[in-house]
């Protein structure tokens, strides 16, 4: 070994001691490798390589594996005689890159064995009787295997017969997708299995429109997709209307519509409307609008509290005889007390809810109004050469500057504070006073009872009168619809809620003594009241 020693390094020329096994200086490797001592030694002769075996013969080639089969590798002797141009088994996919071989340089020459192929492994019964053979080896068609090259595909071997109880279930075709259902001779689907899933139900393909589910709510956009509860559509992602984007309501006497408009990203608005019995058997209806004050918190919340408030205590007042006047009066403070509650608990934390409100009754021939704030009712009579009227005075800045005669009212409405309200429903308002009013009209017609987003296109009772179908008593519901529909035309700058309430006059014996109203009005009923706001 000591005259083999190196004395310096071969790389650097660094001096070197005995044993050591990389240069202490450039990191050579000292001690050759076992590949290349055999290479620094010719003297030692290299064994022979044996002969390579004889190939073994060909398998007969399959027939192509059918669309939608799985595909079976071929053996490695077919791989390997395959041509030059494929890499030897092991290599990678990329034929230029040669491995790295290691071991005994005798081993090199030496062919690979020949490849055995695997013994198929036992067959595995599968839910519904047929078996398939282990992992890698799937057979779509049963377990006879394939045929051998010529042999053609006939009876239960062809792909295209249909099998029995032991090859699968059947599908079937006159179920959606393909249902295989329950196998002839097994046993039904157990509770906890998983039952066919349609693959439309995940995915659907490019062109397919998906149904919706049952029970759920279908996309008002693409009308076919299911709507998720996010509120939008699975199939198009289009936004769904809330709930309360618009509402319509039809009870017989009585029909009101409430919609979003065109601005406001919710409906701030709400209604109520109903029908019950007085004490002598006549009906009365009743028609209740409310509007949230948008600069409040909550504002939807509250009209909603105020309408059904105010409703409720109509229904309940009226068929025990209180008189309609005293029983609207009673109904606004019970709508204030609903609003009154949503206010934060923390004085001054945020604005109290607030709205306004307006309703009407119409009962015994009577025509009774009350209102809080600046939503409007109108009278429109069955006969358009009879003149309409407003029935109400607003709760505003502008109304406010005209009843004290300090502006003219196309100079007030003009201001941009005409709209600024004086009175409303809240915690925080300065003094409810509520507004009633009765009228005993001697000639049939409607009561329009609106929020602003309606008015604010149609003003005037003119206005009004002229945008209201001739048949409003008849149809009411049209006639909201068509009211609600100018206001979108014209920019449903706000939410828009309108009541249209039919009015027939009682026959001439049944009036009450002393109502003499002029015609062409509805003339108020005694006792009179102050329908002016309270300044």
Not at 45 to 53: E, L, M, R
Not at 228 to 240: F, I, L, V
Request: aromatic share 4%; glycine share 10%; hydrophobic share 35%.
């Amino acid at each position: 070994m000591s005259m083999h020693r190196l004395s310096g390094c071969p790389s650097c020329a660094e001096p070197l001691e005995e044993g050591d096994r990389f240069c202490g200086l450039c990191g050579y490797a000292l001690t050759p490798s076992s590949a290349a001592a055999s290479t620094d030694h010719p003297t030692i002769p290299i064994p022979p390589a044996p002969p390579a075996p004889p190939a073994p013969p060909a398998p007969p080639a399959r027939p192509a594996q059918p669309a939608g089969g799985y595909a079976i590798p071929a053996p490695a002797a077919a791989r390997a005689t395959s041509g030059a141009g494929e890499p030897a088994p092991g290599w990678g996919s990329v034929a230029a890159a040669a491995p790295t071989l290691v071991g005994d340089p005798a081993d090199w020459a030496a062919a690979p064995a020949p490849h055995q192929p695997e013994p198929d492994p036992e067959p595995r019964p599968s839910p519904a009787g047929a078996s398939y053979p282990g992992p890698g080896h799937e057979h779509p068609y049963g377990t006879g295997g394939t045929p051998a090259e010529g042999t053609p595909w006939g009876g239960a071997d062809s792909p295209q017969a249909p099998q029995g109880p032991a090859d699968g279930p059947e599908t079937r075709h006159d179920r959606p997708g393909g249902d295989p259902g329950t196998p002839t001779g097994a046993a039904p689907r157990g509770t906890g299995e998983a039952p066919y899933e349609n693959p439309y139900d995940s995915a659907p393909p490019s062109g397919a429109t998906p149904a919706a589910a049952p029970g759920g709510k279908t996309c008002v956009a693409c009308r076919a997709g299911h709507v998720d509860t996010d509120g939008y559509c699975e199939h198009c992602g289009h936004a769904q209307p809330r709930e309360r984007d618009h509402v319509e309501e039809e009870l017989g006497s009585v029909a009101a519509v409430s919609d979003r408009g065109l601005r406001h990203h919710r409906n701030e608005d709400s209604f109520a409307v109903s029908a019950t019995a007085l004490p002598d058997g006549s009906a009365a209806t009743v028609a209740i609008v409310c509007d949230g004050v948008s600069s409040a918190s909550r504002p939807d919340d509250a009209s909603a509290a105020a309408a059904a408030a105010a409703n409720e205590a109509l229904l309940e007042a009226l068929p025990r005889g209180a008189h309609p006047q005293e029983a609207m009066h009673e109904a606004i403070l019970a709508a204030a007390a609903a609003v009154d509650a949503l206010a934060p608990e923390v004085a001054g934390a945020q604005n109290a809810p607030a709205c306004t409100l307006v309703g009407a009754v119409v009962s015994g021939g009577l025509l009774t109004i009350g209102w809080v704030g600046d939503s409007r009712a109108y009278w429109v009579p069955d006969d358009r050469a009879a003149l309409p009227r407003r029935l109400t005075e607003d709760d505003s800045w502008a109304a406010q500057m005209v009843a004290a005669g300090l502006m003219g009212e196309a100079e007030a409405y003009a201001d941009v504070r005409a709209h600024a309200i004086t009175g409303w429903l809240g915690a925080d308002a300065y003094e409810l006073e509520p507004h009633t009013a009765i009228f005993k009209p001697d000639h049939p017609g409607v009561v329009v009872v609106c929020t602003d987003g309606l008015w604010n296109y149609a003003e005037s009772a003119r206005e009004m009168a002229q945008v209201l179908p001739v048949d409003a008593a008849a149809r009411p519901l049209h006639s909201a619809q068509v009211l609600v529909g100018h206001a979108l035309d014209g920019g449903g700058h706000d939410n828009i809620t309108v009541a249209v309430v039919p009015f027939a006059t009682q026959p001439e014996g049944e009036r009450e003594p002393g109502a003499a109203p002029e015609t062409g009005t509805a003339a108020p009923a005694e006792p009179e009241v102050e329908a002016r706001p309270q300044v």
